[in-house]
């Protein structure tokens, strides 16, 4: 599996992003997919992920601004980012597992099995 990732880029205060993540390869073999990020000196940290049956998590410091959605006919995973702040800065992930994992168990990094590589999320003062 194969994980592109795109949408970063630099936006000022208040602005929005919409990240996208795009899936190839053994897809079926996929049930969740998500989004980390990894600000400079920082520990990755779980965004937003959503389940193949719709379940979704939002981090308490996003929830009310961004949102996580799927298109699965396009193997896809959004992370649409409103009301962006300085501290949301920081270099996005997309990350997927395979195994059906419960709910709460989607919070650890170490259940997710494929990675795609970082895009960059700049929010200027």
């Known amino acids: 599996v194969q994980l592109q990732a795109s949408g970063g880029g630099l936006v000022q205060v208040g602005g929005s992003l919409r990240l996208s993540c795009t899936a190839s390869?053994?897809?079926?073999?996929?049930?969740?997919m998500g989004w980390y990020r990894q600000a400079p000196g920082k520990l990755r940290d779980l965004v937003a992920t959503?389940?193949?049956?719709?379940?979704?998590i939002h981090a308490d410091l996003v929830k009310g601004r961004f949102t996580i959605s799927k298109n699965s006919a396009k193997n896809t995973v959004y992370l649409q980012m409103n009301n962006l702040r300085p501290e949301d800065t920081a270099v996005y992930f997309c990350a997927a597992a395979k195994r059906r994992w419960i709910i709460s168990a989607l919070w650890d990094m170490s259940h997710y099995d494929y990675w795609g590589q970082g895009t960059l999320v700049t929010v200027s003062s």
């Open positions: 959503i389940t193949k049956g719709g379940d979704t």
């Open positions: 390869g053994n897809i079926f073999s996929i049930y969740t």
